[in-house]
């Protein structure tokens, strides 16, 4: 399965203190969509793991033996690997944060950090990874929506009637997933099926579910039979507002 087809994003960590390297695995892999697949201790080995591993996402310290988080990154660019970078870092002088930046780090976490800070990098993270590969192209209004705000999954909702508060979700749904489900309906146009919902968000298709359900629940969405061909109808699901538009 290559990097298109896979719903969950990986990570590699690349850290050199070994307890820092569990405390962030920890962290990462309480948000809903992310696995660590693999860790380094310095550049030169972070190097090789992203040929071999070929995750999503590096997670990068910066003072590191052999070869540090500021020469990985241009090794990275240089060498054109397909993977993103988020800091995660002591430094934090604005020299090492430009050099950083300019090498096209999606986002810069000074340690300590809480775990709603990383939360909050990861999830717009997913956001972005699902806008952006969802088809082979892009208006300027959506594009100018992902990487201006940095939260497509907010800025997507069509109308003020869909805004939800984490207030009146039922219990183990969130706000921000379920924007980010919303948006994944609305970016890929017509009726998605939970499975298909869960590859765009980057979601296990099980909790997919329990968000479409809660939503079609809610009149947000609505939810259509499809019998095609051979096998078991599946259900569909469509944004109420656009399916009106529709008619």
């Known amino acids: 399965m290559n990097k298109t087809e896979r719903a969950e994003l990986r990570v590699l960590l690349i850290e050199d203190d070994p307890m820092v390297q569990e405390v962030n695995r920890l962290f990462v892999e309480k948000v809903d969509g992310f696995r660590v697949v693999g860790t380094a201790s310095h550049g030169m080995e972070g190097l090789k793991r992203i040929d071999e591993l070929q995750p999503d996402l590096v997670v990068l310290d910066i003072f590191m033996p052999s070869l540090d988080g500021i020469e990985t990154l241009r090794s990275i660019r240089t060498m054109e690997l397909p993977v993103d970078v988020v800091v995660v870092t002591a430094a934090k002088d604005t020299e090492t944060i430009r050099a950083m930046m300019r090498g096209g780090a999606f986002d810069y976490i000074i340690k300590p950090f809480k775990l709603e800070r990383i939360r909050q990098t990861l999830e717009r993270y997913r956001v972005r990874h699902a806008a952006l590969r969802l088809g082979e192209s892009v208006t300027q209004d959506e594009l100018d929506r992902i990487l201006q ?99």
Do not use: M
């Open 149 to 247: 705000s940095g939260e497509a999954g907010a800025q997507d909702a069509p109308n003020e009637e869909w805004a939800v508060s984490a207030d009146n979700l039922p219990k183990g749904l969130n706000a921000a997933t379920l924007k980010q489900v919303l948006a994944v309906i609305r970016h890929q146009g017509g009726r998605l099926s939970a499975e298909e919902t869960a590859e765009g968000v980057g979601i296990a298709r099980v909790t997919a579910r329990r968000y479409l359900d809660y939503l079609e629940k809610s009149g947000i969405v609505r939810l259509a039979v499809h019998y095609g061909g051979l096998g078991r109808p599946v259900n569909r699901y469509e944004l109420a507002r656009e399916q009106n538009d529709h008619k």
